[in-house]
């Protein structure tokens, strides 16, 4: 039977530390979180954010715009917070409706506010080893791997999933640490045979229950991204984590695992803008 990486313990000693910090901080940390549409998943994360903010001190704001709002309405919002130095991080919650181009939004915020990492300039530095910003999902399962002595040189990594807010960025960290990483996707044939493989498993797909402990590794290390709704209306992983932590090493459970990470980590890159 495998060990539990509590995010949510690791999550709130973080942010506890993260208070201390911003309480010496003679200009207060400022976030703004921008949330287009009534998505209800989208409005649980953006409250989660708003409540660890205040926990921590952190001046926040959440600007709401109705689902038809147009691109260049939502394009000239963030340049006039790219312009208003009260605020260090700007995040636009995606997904955006499909009326909007969010390669474009994106492109419009400040890099150096680009607290999520997703500016195209912020993933190029990343890439290249000079980086600042760094996407806080993955960010936040490597603070967990250092708190849990998990050492990825040489051991092989699998990343199921391949998107630009968790499957690459997190492919390029374990990378940089030395796993020899493999990167699985809705394309790959007999993915089972695929993570069996791995010594660490990240599963990021969107498919509550993908993984069971078929697909499993005896010892694996096992982080599961995923946030979904079981036919029930209970969140669920990507990862059946009743079965699975009986063969893995160590777990992350959904909820009180990756998620509380995300939300530290943003704080942490939001801080430490407003410091330089
Ligand atoms: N806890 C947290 O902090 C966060 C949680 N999430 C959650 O993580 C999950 C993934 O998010 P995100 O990366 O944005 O999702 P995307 O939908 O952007 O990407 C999903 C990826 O999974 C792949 N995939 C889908 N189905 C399968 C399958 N059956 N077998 C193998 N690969 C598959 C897709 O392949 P292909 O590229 O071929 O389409 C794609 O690469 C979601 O549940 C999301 O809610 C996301 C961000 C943060
Ligand atoms: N620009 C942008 N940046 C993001 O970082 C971003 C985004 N868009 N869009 C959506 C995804 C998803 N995401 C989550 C963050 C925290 C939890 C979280 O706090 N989860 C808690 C509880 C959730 C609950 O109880 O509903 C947990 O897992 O324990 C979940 C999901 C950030 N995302
Ligand atoms: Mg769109």
Same mark, same amino acid.
């Given at each position: 039977m495998g060990e539990i990486i509590d995010g949510r313990k690791l999550a709130d000693e973080m942010q506890a530390n993260m208070a201390e910090t911003v309480a010496s901080m003679v200009k207060k940390p400022g976030l703004v979180v921008i949330i287009v549409? /009534? !998505? =209800?998943? *989208?409005?649980?994360?953006?409250r989660n954010k708003e409540k660890t903010a205040v926990k921590i001190g952190i001046h926040s704001k959440i600007d709401r715009l109705p689902e038809t709002v147009s691109e260049d309405e939502l394009v *000239? %919002? $963030? /340049?006039?917070?790219n312009q208003d130095d009260n605020f260090h991080g $700007? %995040?636009?919650?995606? =997904?955006l409706p499909k009326h909007i181009d969010e390669d474009r939004i994106l492109l419009a915020i400040d890099p150096r506010k680009d607290v999520d990492g997703f500016h =195209?300039? !912020?993933v190029g530095k990343m890439m290249t080893g000079q980086a600042e910003m760094i996407p806080c999902t993955p960010y936040g399962i490597m603070k967990m791997f250092e708190a849990y002595n998990v050492d990825l040189n040489g051991k092989h990594a699998v990343m199921v999933g391949r998107s630009n807010i968790v499957g690459k =960025? @997190? @492919?390029? %960290?374990?990378l940089d640490a030395n796993a020899t990483v493999t990167v699985a996707h809705s394309r790959t044939v007999d993915l089972a045979a695929v993570t069996? /493989?791995?010594d660490i498993l990240v599963v990021a797909v969107g498919q509550g229950h993908l993984i069971d402990k078929s697909y499993v590794k005896p010892g694996a290390v096992v982080i599961d991204v995923g946030m979904n709704r079981s036919p029930e209306g209970k969140l669920i992983g990507d990862v059946n984590f009743e079965e699975v932590k009986d063969v893995a090493s160590l777990i992350t459970p959904v909820p009180g695992g990756v998620g509380p990470m995300t939300i530290t980590m943003l704080m942490d890159q939001t801080i430490r803008n407003a410091q330089k």
């Amino acid at each position: 039977m495998g060990e539990i990486i509590d995010g949510r313990k690791l999550a709130d000693e973080m942010q506890a530390n993260m208070a201390e910090t911003v309480a010496s901080m003679v200009k207060k940390p400022g976030l703004v979180v921008i949330i287009v549409g /009534e !998505n =209800p998943a *989208s409005q649980t994360y953006v409250r989660n954010k708003e409540k660890t903010a205040v926990k921590i001190g952190i001046h926040s704001k959440i600007d709401r715009l109705p689902e038809t709002v147009s691109e260049d309405e939502l394009v *000239s %919002l $963030i /340049e006039t917070y790219n312009q208003d130095d009260n605020f260090h991080g $700007i %995040l636009v919650q995606l =997904p955006l409706p499909k009326h909007i181009d969010e390669d474009r939004i994106l492109l419009a915020i400040d890099p150096r506010k680009d607290v999520d990492g997703f500016h =195209p300039f !912020n993933v190029g530095k990343m890439m290249t080893g000079q980086a600042e910003m760094i996407p806080c999902t993955p960010y936040g399962i490597m603070k967990m791997f250092e708190a849990y002595n998990v050492d990825l040189n040489g051991k092989h990594a699998v990343m199921v999933g391949r998107s630009n807010i968790v499957g690459k =960025p @997190m @492919m390029h %960290l374990m990378l940089d640490a030395n796993a020899t990483v493999t990167v699985a996707h809705s394309r790959t044939v007999d993915l089972a045979a695929v993570t069996k /493989e791995a010594d660490i498993l990240v599963v990021a797909v969107g498919q509550g229950h993908l993984i069971d402990k078929s697909y499993v590794k005896p010892g694996a290390v096992v982080i599961d991204v995923g946030m979904n709704r079981s036919p029930e209306g209970k969140l669920i992983g990507d990862v059946n984590f009743e079965e699975v932590k009986d063969v893995a090493s160590l777990i992350t459970p959904v909820p009180g695992g990756v998620g509380p990470m995300t939300i530290t980590m943003l704080m942490d890159q939001t801080i430490r803008n407003a410091q330089k």
